[in-house]
């Protein structure tokens, strides 16, 4: 039982760090990168459907991004939910394809991304802490269980914490960096 709940803490632990890794793919560094779209859903056949199942994203240089839709007709489509999507980007449509530069970024704005970056990085420590509490709370709910295991499990979970912790706070120090440093 103690296995379990160690497992299933642990399990919070991943998806929580997921879930930021996901959330930073989002912030843009001034460098394309096909995440930037990852938000970005499209009307198709009146379902709104995300971007990348009606179309290849690819890089073109540092700055610039191209969107080639399966189906020509979704080209109108996709430059409108890339305008109305909260990234402040700016399509071009060419026909066939949408072109997406991608603006360089001002000294104010990296230092907003930063905060934006640490902001996302405390819900995920945040969330980690609420799987232990889960975790230490079930742990304390065990009965038939001597108070040397329920220690044990507790200082497994304690360190398992502390890891996921220094996993998130590596991750939002390398992404400041690229944000910072710009491309």
Partial sequence: ????ILADASEHYDKAIEAFRRETGKLRTGRATPSLLDGVRVEYYGTPTPLSQVASISVVDARLLQVKPWERNLVGAIEKAIQISDLGLTPNNRGDVVLVPIPAL???RRREMVKLLKAEGENAKRSIRAGRRDALDMLDALDNISEDDVHRAKKS??????IAVKRVDTMVDDKEAEILKGP
């Fill in 106 to 108: 001002t000294g104010d």
């Fill in 157 to 162: 979970a304690q360190d398992a914490v502390d």
């Fill in 1 to 4: 039982m103690i296995d379990e």
